[in-house]
Every structure is written in C-alpha cells, then in structure tokens.
C-alpha cells in the first residue's frame, strides 16, 4: 500500500526463493555505489518474503491460488558487507530457507551484482503478532 | 551529494553518539509503523558516522575545525528488532563506541521512538579503503 516503497517481489527458484532489484539513484553512498542500507533493506524484505511463501507452501498453497500467505515480520536481521556494490544494475537476492518452528523461519540471502557476491545476510522471520495490528 | 538520501545527522551526547530521524510516510511498512530496512539503515550510518567522530576526536579533531573527518564503511551489521515502530514520531539512535584498532571500530546503537526502545544494532565500522575510490 506504500506507493513510494520499494515494492520487492519474491518468487521461488526451485526450493530457493530470488528477489531482483534494481537501485534507484537515490539510493548511491557516493558516486558509482550503492548504500549498505538499501542491501540491507533487500535482504530483510527478501527474508520475511521467503519465509512467507515457505509457510504458504508448506500449507498447501501457492501464491496465486487465492489463499491469503501469511505475514513475517523480521526478528533480526544480520548483513555481512563483503564487496562495494556498483549502482546501475539489477541485484539479486537469493534465499535458502530452514524452519526453526512454524512460526520462526531462518533465510540466508546472498546478494548478487551481476556475478559478484556483494553481500550475506541472515534474517529470522516470525509470523507476525496478532498485536501488530493494522490501523 | 544525494539529494534524496536520508542525510542522517550523529553528533556527540557527552562519550556516546546521537543521531535523530523523522520518518517520512514512504519508510512505513504496514501502516502506523516503521519499516525494518529504515531501522536498519538508520543504525547503518549512525554506526559509520560514531566511528568517524570518534577517530576523528582521537585524532585530536573536532567536527568543524577545518580538518576533513575520516570516512568509514560498513563490514557488518546486526539489528535485534524488539518492538514495532511507531510512524510519525523522531527516532533517536544512541550510540555507544568501542576500539577494536584504529581502523576498525564496533559501535553498540539502541533505537528509540520516544522512550521506547525498538531495536538495538551492531556495526563495525573499518575506515573506507583507498580502493573504494570516489570517481
């Protein structure tokens, strides 16, 4: 519902899940590189995502089918800057997923300028509290 | 030089680090609260900026005496979320500096939307290296 978001979409790529993105300009840390916040927004957004459609899978459904998936919300979120990461083009972010119990999924992300590994990143996602209320 | 950047703001609260954010209604992410990747981009630059004040001052600096402040990058980051984030209220990051060697600093930041602390951070900061060249 947020026009100005950044609106990731996550789909699955066989049992792992993918996220592509591409910077805008506004989000360089200086010229010709992109800010460490914006991968790390990536790589949470990314995380509950996956999750997101893991439980949904594992409750038979798939996205499409009509079935509301169910929410994450992020428990923690952990980046490991490994390579300056060039504006301009795509990223991507791919997730492999382990249950730690229904409600708790952990996602490691690798994220991807062109072939360069850029980042790693490790997010918990919980399903969201029902105190979480929407206004 | 980005226009459209979050220009956060850290200064010194006597041997601790302050950064303060007002969300704007794009950083939601269901509405009435604050999305995880602002959080995490806050305690990001807050964690960059504290080291750079604090070699900057150990080089026996202060902000605006005339000498250039070193700039940091980020190697890691950590974000423990403890509470959904209030939209339309200032954030607060409080940092707290340690030395790891002079190039490489760890910066502890709690987060807080008025008096409640919603998230807590890890960064360690290590200055830019002369490869990451500004072009």
Redesign the interface.
Known sequence: ??????KFRTGWLDERTVTVYKPK??H??????V????L???I??HGTGSAALALHRKNGHEVGDGAEPPRF?????????LK?TPEGIPLKAVGTIHEIHPKKWRVETEVFAGDTLCAKGEVIAVVMPST?A??
């Open positions: 519902m947020n026009e100005d978001g950044h300009p506004e360089m840390a200086i010229p010709g590189f800010y460490g916040g914006l790390a927004s990536l949470d957004c919300v992020t428990g923690s979120l952990h980046v490991d800057f300056p979480f929407v206004k």
